[in-house]
């Protein structure tokens, strides 16, 4: 009876040992095949750049403008014709505005860059940019680490998207690290929001 009652628990504990690799697979099988490169991915009409943090002087973190400089590349080699970059927008904190001075300081006309400043998170990004902005084809741009999330979010959204990702690990291999490790807590959640997703559902102002 012991032993019995021993195996249970054994097969219980390994069953919630692999719960948290669920979401991961997931994030993993739903953006197969739409993860590419500058050069690979197919065009589109627009990027669809997500924030990260800004540094104390408000300008775009070493993590966001690993992201921006993609974008950049995709700007100039004709992948995209507009951007649309979303973060987040408060009292003397604005992610938007910061993606954009940075693109424009680059090379970007300014009328090719958009800001969202509702997007509190990847997926209010993409729900956002499909249901207020009227985005339905999209590369996705962001760190190599969170571009299965970010892929498989947008698609759920309704938008067809294809992702690029910024390989930060040589030049911020201890944010990178986490970042990994933090996918397998977040695509939980990212995987509970397309279950209970009713297309409509997105709220606030656009702003382009």
Known sequence: MAGLRSR????AAAVLACLPAIPLAWAYRASAGYRGTVAGVPPAPFALVLGAALDRHGRPSPVLAGRLDVAV????AGKVRALLVSGRRGAGYDEPAAMRTYLVAHGLPASAVHTDGGGLTTWDSCVRASTLFGVDRAVVVTQTFHLPRAVALCRRAGID?????HDSLADLPLVTVYGYAREVVADGKAMWSTLTYRP?????????
Do not use: D, E, F
Not at 8 to 11: A, F, P, S
């Open 8 to 11: 249970r628990l054994l097969l």
């Open 73 to 76: 590349r995709l700007y100039a």
């Open 161 to 165: 998207a294809y992702g690029v990702g």
């Open 200 to 208: 409509g559902s997105a709220t606030g102002p656009g702003s382009w």
